[in-house]
């Protein structure tokens, strides 16, 4: 019902920054957590951050200080400020949603993106 679409994802360089962005689409919804998520090639896919619809952030250990998660409630779009990448950052970034639909009382959704891809070489 609610769908989920990634952006912002490219090549940079060690050290470099990207945002990328995680946009709401569909209607009688309510967006709760939002969060990303990646997977690189051979691994399980892994958890990187999350927010909630108060406010609250939480960040994978790995980049901590690092990575910023934010969201725009009024837009239903949530973001990932990457600074100072790594080459082990290199995946595909998934966005995460849960939340109600508003037009069926007591009823959840939970929608991943499609993801899109990072990737930080020299």
């Known amino acids: 019902q609610v769908q989920l679409v990634e952006s912002g994802g490219g090549l940079v360089q060690p050290g470099g920054s990207l945002r990328l962005s995680c946009a709401t689409s569909?209607?009688?919804?309510?967006?709760?957590?939002m969060g990303w998520y990646r997977q690189a090639p051979g691994k399980q896919r892994e958890y990187v951050a999350s927010?909630?619809?108060?406010?609250?952030?939480n960040y994978a250990d790995s980049v901590k200080g690092r990575f910023t998660i934010s969201r725009d409630n009024a837009k239903n779009t949530a973001y990932l400020q990457m600074n100072s990448l790594k080459p082990e950052d290199t995946a595909v970034y998934y966005c995460n949603a849960d939340g109600d639909v508003t037009s069926a009382y007591g009823t959840s959704w939970r929608s991943w993106g499609q993801g899109t891809q990072v990737t930080v070489s020299s």
């Open positions: 927010i909630t619809s108060g406010g609250s952030t």
């Open positions: 569909g209607s009688n919804f309510r967006v709760n957590a």
